[in-house]
């Protein structure tokens, strides 16, 4: 059963790394909404979650440092933007590594371990790894879901993986008159 649930944050955290490929540095961090998102941001974002709910929250603590999401009065969004003295290869390897680290936590616990997770309501701050993994993994598609409109925007490219688009098999031309058609619906109603 865990390896089911393991399988599905693997393909989300896939997902995400995907998405950054073939990009300048300019474009992985470029913000392509009103509130910045961007793709090595969300990588760093899910870098912390990964760290905290699979590390910290069942006393197994990711060993590098998540100070910037938990200082006392921290920046806001800090965690969803890599800063310029960050590299893009920094993000990405701190992210893999703190991917690594929750799967030795989801390896060595059952799925019904208690964990504790500070941040959340009283009610719900006690709970278990079981619960944590479908969080996490639900998160992770979440933002592999803005991650896949922001390259979209960027450059065109979409689809689920490099081998798997998950799209019609059409041109571009069809892409464009379809687009043009539900925009015109849109006007219409």
Not at 58 to 82: C, G, K, M, T, V
Not at 98 to 103: I, K, S, T, V
Request: overall charge negative; hydrophobic content about 35%.
């Amino acid at each position: 059963m865990k390896s089911y649930f393991g399988i599905y944050l693997q393909r989300g955290r896939d997902a995400m790394l995907w998405k950054l490929e073939g990009l300048s540095d300019y474009d992985v961090r470029r913000p392509m909404t009103a509130t910045g998102t961007n793709l090595l941001g969300l990588v760093k974002h899910l870098t912390y979650g990964e760290g905290w709910y699979f590390g910290n929250c069942f006393d197994r603590p990711f060993p590098e440092p998540l100070d910037d999401w938990i200082d006392d009065d921290p920046e806001p969004n800090s965690d969803l933007y890599a800063r310029a003295d960050e590299s893009r290869e920094e993000v990405i390897g701190k992210y893999r590594r703190a991917c690594a680290h929750g799967d030795e936590t989801i390896a060595a616990l059952p799925l019904d371990a208690p964990g504790v997770v500070p941040w959340w309501p009283e009610d719900r701050a006690h709970t278990t790894l079981g619960r944590l993994l479908v969080h996490v993994a639900t998160e992770t598609h979440r933002h592999a879901g803005h991650a896949d409109i922001v390259r979209e925007l960027i450059d065109g490219a979409s689809g689920v993986s490099p081998v798997n688009s998950n799209l019609p098999d059409v041109d571009a031309t069809f892409w464009s008159t379809y687009r043009d058609r539900l925009e015109q619906i849109a006007r219409d109603a």
